[in-house]
Every structure is written in structure tokens, then in C-alpha cells.
């Protein structure tokens, strides 16, 4: 028999080849997978250090579900978390009164406080700041929390520096993340937005063009005291726009101007502050959620 060419063979291995994976193609699948059970915890595994809880302890509390709600984006508001306290859902300032004080004369002592009805304009799913009418407070206090928040600055700048749409949010009406006009705007950096006032600059500046809205997403661990020794300070983790600005940062006290802050003991929960500083800014979109630890129900 004559010998065949390497050539030849080769072609004939080919179509071979191609043939059986036709047939593969067109060979329908064999089934669903077998439906496989594991188990949904152990109690013979190790206890975990400083825990009461063995490594996928069965009898672990289960974390409570929540909706995750949606993301904002420029031109409308997104929807909170369904464990969400709403602080301003873009009607009204139902949840909020304002803290006033007088303004007196350079050198002396400002008026005492007084709690007013919320007086901010509401309008077209917003508010905003009315110069001189005072700080808005929440009516309900919070200890460690989750806010969302977001605000925009004028397009036309009352002022530059620190008159450039200053705000603040401001955790137990003494703990400060500056809200602030912070483009193309030098100030000091301490004082920009985003920044721990007085205390801590931001890491980065990604605040957005004036006219455009910001989104702060910030986790608040309040102080604890035991007596009139502090024993925890408050940590701030913070994103502005999704950027990072501070990664669970201590801070060295209350906020203060041209001083160091320090801390005096207060109660474990107050109220949230948003401050009037005498210039415009709006906010929309803003919601707390309550902080627990683990394994709380």
C-alpha cells in the first residue's frame, strides 16, 4: 500500500477534528447540575478571639436586611437606605428648628440661644441657607451615625476665601466637616471643604464646579467618656463626590477658630447641626442611618 503524505494525513486529522466538534456543538447539554446542600454553620469549630462566637458559628445573629435605595446623579436625588432616617426628602423642615443667637457689636458677648421654627428656604426639592436667620438643628439627636448629604454652591461668589459658600456640617453641634466653595478658591487648607476644620485637611480636593451638586457619604463615631475623661475621641471617615478625604481620623477636639479644639463631656447623643455663616449654599438629599455594632438586632 502506497505510504500516504504527511500533507495528506494531516488534512485528514483536520476534518476529523472538525467533525467531532460539530457533533459537540449540536449535542444538546446533559442537564441542570446536581443541587449541592452545605452547611449553614458549626459548633465544634474554634471560639474567635474576643468573641463569643466560634469561626461560622451557626447560632450567630444574622444582619439585619436592608434596602440598599439608589444613587444620585446631577440632576435628581437618589433614594436612601430603607433603615434611612430622612432628615430632607425634598418637601419640607419638618425634621429640623433653627438654634439662634444675636448678633451683637465687634467685642461683645452673642445673645443667648433661642429655638426657632426652621426658617431655610425650601424650594423645587432643595433648601438653603437665609443669611442671618441662624443654624438649623435636627430635632432628633444622634450618637455614631452614617450621613448623606449634598450640597451646591453659587454660581456667582459672595466673597472669596472663607466667604466663598461656607458652611458646615456640624456632628453633636461640635464636631465639623467644613462645607465650602473649595474651587479655584485658595483659603487655608485646614478650612476647605471637606477638610476636619481647624484640625485636618482633606487628603484630596474633588470638589465639583459651583452650580453642581457635591455628595458627602460620612461615618461618625461620636466621643465616649467615663466621667470627665475621655476614653474614645471621634473618628471621621469620609468621602466627598466617592473620593476619600479621611479614613476613620481622630479628632483632636470640637471645632474652634484660631484655637486648638478640645473636648468637655457631653451627652452619648445631639443633635446634628448645619451652619449659618452669613452666605448662601443649598442642600438636598439628606439622611442618617443609625450605627450598631455587630450582632445587634
Known amino acids: ?25 449540536a449535542r444538546p447539554l446533559s442537564g441542570k447540575p446536581p443541587y449541592r446542600k452545605a452547611p449553614t454553620g458549626y459548633d465544634k469549630s474554634p471560639v474567635l478571639p474576643g468573641q463569643q462566637w466560634r469561626v461560622h ?17 446631577a440632576a435628581q436625588p437618589g433614594e436612601p437606605p430603607s433603615d434611612a432616617i430622612v432628615l430632607f426628602g425634598g418637601k419640607d423642615l419638618s425634621q429640623w428648628e433653627t438654634e439662634y443667637r444675636e448678633r451683637r457689636g465687634q467685642g461683645q458677648p452673642r445673645g443667648p440661644i433661642e429655638i426657632r421654627p426652621a426658617s ?5 426639592g432643595y433648601f438653603e441657607v437665609v443669611p442671618g436667620a441662624g443654624s438649623l438643628i435636627t430635632k432628633e439627636k444622634f450618637g455614631d451615625v452614617q450621613l448623606h448629604l449634598e450640597f451646591m ?12 459658600a461656607n458652611s458646615g456640617i456640624i456632628f453633636m453641634k461640635r464636631y465639623e466637616i467644613q462645607v465650602l466653595d473649595s ?34 457619604d460620612i461615618v461618625f463615631e461620636a466621643p465616649k467618656f ?3 475623661k475621655l476614653v474614645k475621641p471621634v473618628h471621621f471617615t469620609v468621602f466627598l463626590n466617592g473620593v476619600l478625604l479621611h479614613n476613620r481620623q481622630p479628632a483632636i477636639g470640637r471645632m474652634a477658630h484660631q484655637v486648638v479644639g478640645t473636648y468637655e463631656p457631653h451627652d452619648a447623643e445631639e443633635p446634628l447641626m448645619l451652619q449659618d455663616h452669613d452666605v448662601h449654599v443649598r442642600f438636598r438629599n439628606v439622611w442618617v442611618r443609625r450605627l450598631k455594632g455587630y450582632d445587634a438586632r
Do not use: C
Not at 500533507?7 to 456543538?25: C, E, K, M, N, P
Not at 458559628?57 to 444613587?71: C, L, N
Not at 431655610?120 to 423645587?124: S, Y
Open 1 to 25: 500500500m502506497k505510504r500516504r503524505s504527511l500533507r495528506t494525513l494531516a488534512l485528514i486529522g483536520f476534518f476529523a477534528v472538525a467533525g467531532f466538534a460539530q457533533q459537540d456543538a
Open 153 to 164: 454652591t453659587p454660581t456667582e461668589p459672595e466673597g472669596d476665601s472663607q466667604w466663598r
Open 57 to 73: 458559628d451557626g447560632t450567630r445573629p444574622h444582619p439585619r436586611v436592608v434596602e440598599p435605595g439608589t444613587p444620585s446623579t
Open 226 to 228: 467615663e466621667g470627665s
Open 183 to 216: 474651587y479655584n478658591n485658595p483659603t487655608y487648607a485646614d478650612g476647605q471643604a471637606g477638610a476636619i476644620y481647624g484640625q485636618f485637611p482633606p487628603l484630596v480636593n474633588p470638589v465639583r464646579k459651583p452650580g453642581e451638586w457635591n455628595f458627602y
Open 120 to 124: 431655610w428656604t425650601v424650594a423645587d
